[in-house]
């Protein structure tokens, strides 16, 4: 299938709501991959919350979303080293 597909990939993710004087707001936050380094984009949630058990801090147990557990720094700081670019729009 090389031949065949791109090499890049990526997350895209848009919110859309009211800003804080009500008029419409939208947001769009992506991470774009190349030289076939999408596939790491879902693991830098696990590769912080690894390295935070790791160091002994206390996390809550059981399965949940990690929301609020990692900030968006965190996360791109796993992926230094890949070919990976965050855009804000």
Not at 46 to 54: D, F, M
Request: charged share 20%; proline share 7%; glycine share 14%.
């Amino acid at each position: 299938m090389e031949p065949f597909v791109s090499d890049k990939g990526g997350m895209f993710v848009t919110l859309e709501g009211s800003g804080r004087q009500g008029q419409p707001h939208r947001i769009s936050w992506n991470l774009i991959a190349k030289q076939n380094h999408g596939p790491f984009i879902p693991c830098g949630a696990s590769i912080v919350l690894a390295g935070k058990l790791a160091r002994g801090t206390n996390l809550p147990a059981g399965a949940r979303p990690c929301m609020g557990l990692l900030t968006v720094n965190e996360y791109l700081d796993a992926l230094k080293g890949l070919n990976v670019k965050e855009v804000v729009e």
